[in-house]
């Protein structure tokens, strides 16, 4: 049989018990994309020396690559040391570089590294120690019944920077290989199924290209992903068929060909205008401001977001009359239009964008339904707002009615010529 | 070999192509919880009907029950139904039943049901239809080899009240235990290592559970598991002391004994005392906001931030003196204060809480690099302001800021009688 490309192998009893989610997975299988190899299987279990050991044995003979994530840790609980060792016959040793690492690690800290930071200084017999420079759990690599193996600490801030540098460089060299061409092409606001026969005969024909359709709260997004034999003089024509179809048939709900998300492609949209974005949100409750200042040099256009939850709230800091609200309330399209009309003055923005609505569970009514939102966005002599109703729970309505109003941003920019 | 409790096969090549993180590994451990059952392993592989079919008939011996999550949606490159199908040897059958359910879903929402549609109503012969009210995709469940299998379809929103409503019975049935018991005590701003050294005596003479140390973005969890066969009379004694412990040696920093975030805990206390919190927020751009705002009824406590990104904006939302900015600059104790003070009068809060800082990766200088941040609290008539250094990328320092901030309301909190 032929091995696997890569595998992953997460430990940790926290993600058994569901104490936390999973991150490394998509990060491991990004990197390995990047090297033109593929994740085949992902495998979690808990910190037990035994599951571990096992675990690690049955996988080596099946795969080039295993990535092991998780349980470096200094407390008694984190045991993946001590299960590599066992899986593949080496003891564990003390390494004193190491140890130096970590002493100094700390006291760069002003802290002490302590006798619990002492087992995050063993590895199994011929052991590579990978240096982690962002904090006290060194990683490990080595080769054992034709496998890589490389073992790496659980914090996602230090797993990733590893991977980057330390273990990518090894998987270039293993494969060899050119990447996979891999485009996404992102959608907002169409249900998967419609999407799907909006695009049939485009997508069915594809010869060079696998596509998978991959929903989200924030749309759904056409992957098209090259076949490893794939006749490569076809990838561009292709590819090209498939965006102008969405183009021709999607208008600005087809918002991106790659990988940013919403409010950057917004955010460079703004940039290159020299144009501006004040938020002012309800429901959504700071959902907008940290979508776009997510990115570096969003303070570029992005000038403020006023989360005004009370209704004395809504009229000190968007200027939004008390009579508007008492007259339609707060969750209507007048307030959402002196919402949106007051944080593009208040910021002397170029646009502003809004949100009321009623996220729930409580605090619907029959012609206010829980769902129920105004999205909206104005700008100098105009807005534009949309009453729409949102399936999902409370963070569902909450995440949608945010990507719901930033397309209204995005539509509004595609339909005004830049000035 | 003895079966393991529970074990979870997801499916999807996006999770496998790093396109997204999973989400249903954790809810499916958390409700097995409830049944008194155990995640023991979790595998992920791609939509490939040889790989789930072989995959699924690797596991059905191994474990009671097996949770398979993903691939049932309308779109060709959702093949869970044909592998499981062909694991089992049993053929895909149109159900006539499912199908009226998923049109009446469509027509209840203004659309027809499509053809794509049509293949979602195809079960591996002898299967139970697991009604989904929330979505197309109806999920199965079957007997095979010893295991129940349950096939649930990919979105959290519609596979969680699956679980809930259709799964878990039925796990209560199969394992008819008492759940184990879990205590979660929980802590921010101290390193997991120092932590495990400040109740390193209390935690190891425990008897009646095992510890784990669980560390986030958010602080380290010590998380306190009932051991199957534990003395049950020590539980209450046992949890009691560490509590206890942690108590005297934390202080405020251990904030919660159960499984509230922080901002709920902080919420909660506001709302017993009938006070109030207005936000102002730099760098972390809206994540206060959304943290306190996640929380259904926090109109209760949460009145309004401003998210003042630009100088303008932090005096025109806040008040903040251009003097205090030109002076001192935006990164400043000064200017945090007056921010703080600026978002508790407009809004007529008790509290105002305050960020200012440097995200990064860019603004950085030798005297305010990335990752300083103030972070305050300000009342009527007092204010407390901190400097911080977090480490991390641009997330990790949002992220922690926003704790940290929420952290010194807490603190002010506890240490303020109610009026």
């Known amino acids: 049989m032929q091995r696997h490309d890569v595998e992953v192998l997460l430990l940790g009893n926290e993600l058994l018990r569901g104490e936390r989610r999973d991150a490394h997975l998509a990060f491991v299988a990004q990197v390995a994309q990047r090297a033109g190899a593929r994740v085949d299987e992902c495998h979690a279990v808990g910190d037990d020396v035994a599951a571990i050991a096992s675990k690690v044995r049955e996988r080596l003979p099946r795969t080039r690559v295993l990535v092991v994530t998780g349980g470096l840790g200094p407390t008694d609980d984190d045991v993946t040391r001590e299960g590599v060792a066992e899986a593949i016959g080496a003891p564990l040793e003390f390494r ?41 759990a060194p990683g490990f690599a080595l080769a054992a019944d034709g496998a890589h193996v490389f073992v790496l600490p659980g914090p996602p801030r230090e797993l990733q920077p590893m991977m980057e540098s330390l273990v990518l460089p090894k998987l ?38 696998s596509v998978s359709w991959v929903p989200s709260i924030a749309g759904v997004d056409v992957v098209l992903t090259e076949k490893r034999d794939a ?15 969405m183009t021709e048939v999607l208008g600005s709900k087809y ?106 569970p409580g605090g619907g009514t029959p012609h206010k339904p829980v769902g129920l939102v105004f999205i909206g966005v104005a700008w100098d002599g105009g807005s534009q707002i949309k009453r729409v109703i949102y399936p999902g729970d409370r963070a569902a309505i909450r995440d949608r009615a945010a990507h719901g109003a930033m397309w209204l941003v995005h539509d509004r920019l595609v339909r005004t010529p830049e000035k």
Chains 1, 2 share one sequence.
């Not at 492609?265 to 409750?285: D, N």
């Open 96 to 136: 004193e570089d190491a140890w130096r690492e970590i002493e100094a690690f700390m006291s760069a800290r002003g802290r002490t590294a302590t006798e619990a930071n002492r087992r995050q200084a063993h590895f199994p017999r011929g052991a590579d120690i990978l240096v982690n420079s962002l904090g006290t």
């Open 172 to 209: 270039l060299q293993v494969f060899g290989r050119e990447p996979l061409r891999v485009e996404t092409l992102r959608t907002v606001g169409i249900a998967e199924s419609q999407l799907f026969e909006m695009l049939e005969p485009t997508t069915f024909a594809l010869t060079a290209y």
């Open 231 to 245: 006749p490569r003089d076809r990838l561009d024509a292709e590819a090209q068929r498939v965006h102008e179809r």
């Open 255 to 360: 918002y991106e060909r790659g990988a940013r998300p919403l409010a950057l492609v917004v955010g460079e949209t703004l940039r290159a205008r020299r144009e501006t974005l004040a938020v002012a949100e309800s429901l959504t409750g700071g959902t907008i401001a940290r979508l776009v200042t997510e990115h570096a040099g969003s303070s570029d256009y992005f000038l403020a977001s006023a989360v005004a939850y009370a209704n004395e709230s809504k009229t000190a800091f968007l200027g939004v009359r008390a009579e508007t609200i008492e007259q339609f309330g707060a969750v209507s399209e007048e307030t959402c239009t002196e919402m949106a009309h007051g944080a593009r003055r208040r910021a002397n923005a170029t646009y502003g964008v809004a949100t009321t609505g009623i996220a729930g």
